[in-house]
């Protein structure tokens, strides 16, 4: 009885590890397309190389990944891997580009499970609620939703959605600016 | 039973979703568009054809004590094998499917055919069941996830044919349980009629 259970196990692991081992580099690939998809997407017009550092903000647990954009040694911004916990359907990421002023070239989501037909009109393509924060600078425009006192025009019966949205830029932003504070201390 | 009888049970007389009520959580969870139910339902479908296969195959060696979880470790691995797959060659119903892959592993369609068929019948009648079984639930949450697309977003596969928004409680959950209510009732409607046409007949 317990053989037959052990020899089974074993059959099933040994099967695993072999499908595992197919398919690790195209799943590893198919992220870091995702990933560079990504980054161009939130920083247009960037070419360049990048160098990928994490930071942690004090009140927050887990930290954010900034790939800071150089042209030439010169810092040009920054595209983060930045998060919220505050959405509809638990925590979701998304990537927020910046200039070296601070200011959001693009927002991209890389990662929602946010109810489909309401708080996944995040994503750019179902929606222009990402689009309003291109250009702007959240040192004058406030990241909170409308009813919050901010700048923001939450999506219609989504205001869960934007105000994570808005909670994950704010997070990018603080975390972009600790970073540049590092970089240029160095 | 004939070999097609088999394989054509599934689909309609025995359809896992509507008429067996079994695998719910993924017949309400993922039909927000018929593009993931198709999805979802093809995945199950790969899965219980090969559990199906292997149960069938290892069928006599197992001791009954052990026939569970003998089952679901050969269920559980398929899954992982899906999930894998999926991520690695297509990534984008990866993305739409998500969470709902490896909770093939707890759907009781699979497990019910492995119990119910597959460590009863051969292997080619396993796999028939398998795979008709699979059809009938791909079948069932393609027209539960049309309905709900076409209501709910005023699309189908993607392409609106509304400007603005469609009736939005049919994307949420209430419109599952709402549209798989409808489907069923209409489903038993058919089959009653069906039957007492038959009664008449006699």
Excluded: W
């Excluded at chain 1, 019966?157 to 603080?174: E, F, G, K, L, W």
């Excluded at chain 2, 999930?83 to 369609?109: K, M, R, T, W």
Aim: with cysteine.
């Amino acid at each position: 009885m317990c053989l037959v259970l052990t020899v089974i196990s074993v059959a099933a692991a040994a099967g695993l590890a072999a499908v595992y081992s197919l398919t690790k580099d195209p799943i590893e690939a198919s992220q870091n397309k995702k990933r560079t998809e990504a980054i161009n997407q939130v920083l247009p017009g960037f070419s360049g190389t990048t160098e990928t550092v994490k930071v942690c903000l004090p009140e927050d647990k887990d930290s954010v990944t900034l790939n800071m954009a150089y042209v030439d040694g010169e810092l040009f911004g920054a595209a983060v891997e930045t998060y919220t916990l505050k959405g509809f359907g638990g925590a979701f990421s998304i990537m927020v580009g910046f200039d070296k002023d601070g200011n959001i070239l693009g927002t991209a989501v890389l990662n929602a499970s946010e109810t489909p037909g309401l708080g996944d009109k995040i994503n750019a393509d179902k929606s222009d609620f990402s689009k309003q924060f291109e250009g702007k600078n959240p040192l004058d425009f406030m990241l909170k939703v409308n009813k919050d006192g901010g700048d923001v025009t939450p999506i219609t019966a989504a205001t869960i959605s934007s105000r994570a949205y808005c909670d994950a830029v704010q997070r990018a932003y603080d975390s972009f600016v600790l970073a540049k504070k590092e970089d240029s201390n160095e | 039973m004939s070999k097609l009888q088999i394989l054509t049970k599934g689909i309609i007389k025995e359809n896992p979703s509507l008429i067996l009520v079994l695998g719910m959580c993924p017949t309400l969870g993922v039909t927000t568009s018929a593009e993931n139910g198709i999805g979802m339902g093809i995945a199950t479908t790969f899965v219980l054809l090969l559990s199906n296969i292997m149960i069938s195959l290892v069928k006599g060696v197992i001791p009954d004590k052990v026939r569970i979880p003998s089952f679901i470790v050969i269920i559980a691995t398929f899954v992982s094998i899906v999930d894998l797959l999926v991520q690695g060659f297509v990534p984008a119903l990866a993305e739409s499917l998500g969470l709902f892959i490896p909770l093939i592993v707890v759907n009781c369609i699979v497990l019910g055919r492995a119990e119910a068929f597959a460590s009863k019948n051969g292997i080619f009648d396993s796999m028939l069941d398998g795979l008709g079984m699979g059809l009938g639930f791909t079948l069932s949450l393609f027209i539960i996830g049309a309905c709900r697309e076409i209501l709910g977003s005023g699309a189908i596969f993607g392409h609106k044919f509304i400007t603005g928004d469609g009736i939005l409680i049919f994307v949420l959950a209430p419109g599952a349980f709402f549209v798989l209510g409808f489907v069923m009732a209409l489903v038993r409607h058919i089959q009653n009629r069906k039957k007492s046409s038959q009664l008449e007949k006699r």
